[in-house]
């Protein structure tokens, strides 16, 4: 199986939109690896491959100005423009602290 049937069947996932239908790629908050999912972060965006890629620019230390930013097809991409970083957000108190 080719990474692109991999990436094609993850954002068919996504767009089942069970949740928000926008994902984001990040570092767990609890310190437990990293995520990819569906999520209504500032962050998240309608692709899993855009996901990917500002996760990927993110590691890198360069910001993303989402609304410049294209999908592969050409699009521009409709998430917030933002400058949070998922750095910044506080680490969740224990009580806070989800199962995922």
């Given at each position: 199986m080719t990474d692109t049937k991999l990436l094609d069947w993850l954002e068919k996932q996504n767009a089942k939109s069970r949740y928000t239908g926008r994902c984001v790629f990040r570092m767990s908050t609890t310190g437990r690896g990293w995520r990819l999912h569906e999520t209504?972060?500032?962050?998240?965006?309608?692709?899993?491959?855009?996901?990917?890629?500002?996760?990927?620019?993110?590691?890198?230390g360069r910001r993303i100005n989402f609304t410049e930013d294209h999908s592969d097809d050409g699009k521009i991409l409709h998430a917030p423009n933002t400058k949070t970083s998922l750095s910044s957000f506080p680490p969740l108190r224990r009580d806070e602290k989800g199962g995922a």
């Open positions: 209504s972060l500032p962050d998240a965006v309608p692709s899993v491959r855009q996901a990917i890629r500002n996760a990927m620019r993110d590691e890198k």
